[in-house]
C-alpha cells in the first residue's frame, strides 16, 4: 500500500510519552537568564556585522560616531528583535546625529547635503578641497626655511613621494636611485654603472652588459605603487626595472621595453598595473605582478614626453606633437586635446575631469576633459626678470608642473629661479607668491594631505645639456607650505 500523501508522525516510548501539561511545565522552568545570554550573543554578532564595537565610533571618534552606550546595552534584548527596516532607520538616525554635532542646528539640512556631495565626489575622482587661499600671503611656511638635501653626483632628472609622505624616491643622470628619509634626511643609494660606448678595462665586467645591478644611463623616470611594496624605474637605457621597496632589491628587468629612451612612468590607483610612456611614440601597459606587457597605445606622432593616471584608470600623455591624449583603453578609443604651441613637457592629474600641462613655450595649461582646447592658458609663466646671458628667449621651458592630487592647489618649475604656485578655479589659473629656487627644476613631488612639496633641483636639464646654471646645487629641496589645516 502506497505511503506517498501520509503525513509521518511522530511516535514516543511508552516511558517517554509527553502530555501537554507536561510541555507547558518544561516551558516554564526556562530563565530569563538563559534568555538574556541567547540575546546577548546574538545582538553581538549584530555588532560584528555592521562594524559597531562598544565604546567605538565608525568615524573614529567616540563622540560623533555610531557607539553604543549604558542606554543601549541594557537595551539589548529589544535591539535584537528589532526589525531590519528598523534596523535601517535606528542606524541612520544616528549617522544624521554624528553628522549634526559638526553642523549648526539652523544649517543641519545644508550641512548633511554638501558633506553627502563631497562623500560623491570623493568616490567618482571629482572631489576638490580647497586650500590655496592660505598661501595668498606666502607660499613658504612662516619662519621656515627650505631644506637641502644633497646625494646625486649629476643632476636629478625626477622624484617620487609616497602616499603617507615618509619616503621620497629619487634619480639623476649619474645613473643612481637615492632612497630618502624625509623626516631624518638619510638616504640609501641604488647604484648603476653607466656603460661607455667603447668597453673599458677598469670597468667591472657586469657594468659593460645590459644585464648591469642598476641603470646603465640616466634616469627619466620612477613610479610608486599605492602600497609602497614596489617601484618602477627607467631611463635613457630603454629598461624598466621593477624594484621591491620591502628589501630593495630588483625583482625583475623588462629588456628593451621601449625602442627608445623611456620618459615617463605611472601606476594606476591600488593596483599593480603601470604604464609607460617612450620617445618611440608608444605608450604600454604592464602587469607587474605578472612580469608582462598587457597593451600597446598608439596615437602620438612625436616623442612621448610625461604621463599621468587618473582615478578611473584613464592615462593621459603629452609629447612633442603639442597634443595631450585621454586614453580610454576598455573601449579602445583616445581623446585628443589640442591647444599648446610647442611640445609639451610635463603634466600632472588634479581630479578625473582636469589636468595641467607645462610646454616649452613657457606656458602652463589648465585642461577639462570635456573640452578639446585647454580652459586656461598662463604665456610666459616663467620669465626671465633680467636678461640671461647666451639665451635665446627670455622665456625659458617648463620642465614640471604637479598639483597636490583633489585639491585646487599647483606648482610649476624652470629654471628662472623661482618655483610658482597657483590657484585652480574653474576656468582660471591665479598665481600665488612664488618660491625662490636656483637651477633647473627638473621634478616636483606632492603626497595627499602633507603640507610640504620636493623637488629635484639641477644644473642641467633633465633631457639635456644645453644650458647649465653653474650656481645652482644638485639636491633634493623640502618646501614647507604655510597650511595651517589641511
Not at 575622482?125 to 653626483?153: D, N, P, W, Y
Not at 638619510?186 to 648603476?192: D, T
Not at 580610454?328 to 581630479?351: E, M, P, T, Y
Not at 639665451?391 to 624652470?414: E, H, K, M, Q, Y
Request: net charge neutral.
Amino acid at each position: 500500500m502506497s505511503r506517498v500523501g501520509k503525513k509521518r508522525q511522530r511516535t514516543f516510548p511508552a516511558d517517554q510519552t509527553v502530555s501537554k501539561k507536561q510541555k507547558a511545565v518544561d516551558d516554564e522552568e526556562i530563565t530569563s537568564e538563559d534568555d538574556d545570554q541567547e540575546v546577548d550573543e546574538h545582538f553581538v554578532a549584530e555588532k560584528r556585522n555592521f562594524g559597531l564595537k562598544t565604546g567605538s565610533s565608525l568615524f573614529g571618534d567616540d563622540s560623533n560616531g555610531l557607539a553604543l552606550g549604558a542606554d543601549d546595552e541594557q537595551s539589548l534584548p529589544r535591539l535584537a528583535k528589532e526589525t531590519p527596516d528598523e534596523k535601517r532607520l535606528r542606524l541612520a538616525k544616528q549617522y544624521l546625529e554624528a553628522l549634526g554635532n559638526d553642523a549648526q542646528d539652523d544649517d543641519l539640512d545644508g550641512f548633511i547635503s554638501s558633506e553627502l556631495n563631497r562623500q560623491f565626489d570623493e568616490k567618482s575622482g571629482t572631489f576638490v578641497k580647497r586650500i590655496a587661499t592660505q598661501l595668498e600671503e606666502s607660499t613658504l611656511e612662516e619662519g621656515a626655511s627650505i631644506r637641502v638635501m644633497k646625494g646625486h653626483f649629476l643632476p636629478p632628472t625626477c622624484i617620487s613621494l609616497s602616499e603617507d609622505g615618509r619616503t621620497a624616491f629619487s634619480g639623476a643622470k649619474d645613473c643612481t636611485i637615492i632612497r630618502w628619509d624625509v623626516e631624518t634626511g638619510q638616504k640609501l643609494r641604488y647604484k648603476g654603472h653607466r656603460v661607455p660606448k667603447k668597453k673599458s678595462k677598469k670597468l667591472p665586467e657586469y657594468a659593460s652588459s645590459s644585464s648591469a645591478a642598476g641603470h646603465t644611463d640616466h634616469v627619466l623616470a620612477l613610479a610608486l605603487s599605492s602600497d609602497g611594496e614596489l617601484m618602477v624605474s627607467s631611463g635613457r637605457d630603454r629598461r624598466i626595472l621593477l624594484w621591491d621597496l620591502r628589501n630593495n632589491t630588483i625583482i625583475h628587468e623588462f629588456k628593451n621595453a621601449h625602442k627608445a629612451p623611456i620618459s615617463g612612468l605611472t601606476f594606476r590607483k591600488n593596483s599593480h598595473e603601470f604604464y609607460s610612456c617612450s620617445h618611440d611614440r608608444i605608450v604600454k601597459a604592464w602587469n607587474a605582478d605578472h612580469r608582462a606587457t598587457i597593451d600597446h597605445l598608439f596615437g602620438h606622432q612625436s616623442e612621448v614626453e610625461a604621463i599621468d593616471c587618473m582615478l578611473n584608470d584613464h592615462p593621459v600623455t603629452v609629447g612633442g606633437d603639442c597634443t595631450s591624449r585621454l586614453w580610454k583603453i576598455a573601449d579602445q578609443k583616445q581623446l585628443v586635446f589640442r591647444g599648446q604651441k610647442a611640445s609639451i613637457d610635463c603634466l600632472s592629474i588634479v581630479h578625473d575631469e582636469a589636468y595641467v600641462s607645462g610646454a616649452q613655450d613657457g606656458s602652463v595649461a589648465l585642461w577639462s576633459t570635456q573640452k578639446k582646447k585647454p580652459v586656461f592658458v598662463t604665456d610666459r609663466a616663467h620669465r626671465f626678470e633680467t636678461p640671461m646671458p647666451g639665451w635665446s628667449s627670455d622665456t625659458p621651458w617648463v620642465s614640471s608642473v604637479a598639483v597636490i592630487r583633489n585639491t585646487d592647489l599647483c606648482f610649476s618649475g624652470s629654471c628662472n629661479g623661482f618655483l610658482n604656485a597657483y590657484r585652480i578655479q574653474d576656468t582660471k589659473l591665479t598665481r600665488l607668491p612664488r618660491v625662490p629656487m636656483d637651477g633647473f627644476i627638473n621634478g616636483i613631488a606632492t603626497a595627499k594631505g602633507q603640507k610640504f612639496i620636493m623637488t629635484a633641483v639641477g644644473q642641467e636639464h633633465r633631457l639635456g645639456r644645453w644650458d647649465r646654471i653653474e650656481s645652482a646645487k644638485n639636491s633634493i629641496q623640502i618646501v614647507p607650505l604655510n597650511l595651517s589645516s589641511y
